[in-house]
């Protein structure tokens, strides 16, 4: 069973809007801070957006504020990440992870510091471009 499966990946127009999905099996995602991560050619992972049940606040990364975000179905075991307005710099291999975090303050870190990421899925690609 893979703890963390991604969906919803492909070829999006400059403008266009897609949305990642990822579900979580063998584990509670509300027990965890989650994120999507994203790995562009040539660039450092980046930590798109990051949210937590137990964190009130919002992790987004300057780059994606305003266009991206982040949603949690505890329901569904699933995190998604809604990308609208979407721009060719977007491009890159996402994926989602989970970390042992939880509280308040926990997001940002886990976006923004490397750290140990108790789970993570494979990855699905996003193209923006005309």
């Known amino acids: 069973q893979v703890p963390l499966v991604e969906s919803g990946g492909g070829l999006v127009q400059p403008g266009g809007s897609l949305t990642l999905s990822c579900r979580a099996s063998?584990?509670?995602?509300?027990?965890?801070?989650v994120g999507w991560f994203r790995q562009a050619p040539g660039k450092e992972r980046e930590g798109v957006a990051c949210a937590s049940s137990s964190d009130p606040m919002t992790y987004y990364a300057e780059s994606v504020k305003g266009r991206f975000a982040i949603s949690i179905d505890n329901a569904e075991n699933t995190v998604h990440l809604q990308m609208n307005n979407t721009k060719p710099e977007d491009t890159g291999i996402y994926f989602c992870?989970?970390?042992?975090?939880?509280?308040?303050?926990?997001?940002?870190?886990?976006?923004?510091?490397?750290?140990?990421?108790?789970?993570r899925g494979q990855g699905t690609r996003v193209t923006v471009s005309s």
């Open positions: 992870a989970a970390a042992a975090l939880a509280g308040a303050g926990t997001v940002r870190p886990m976006c923004t510091i490397p750290m140990t990421l108790q789970y």
């Open positions: 063998g584990f509670t995602l509300a027990r965890f801070s």
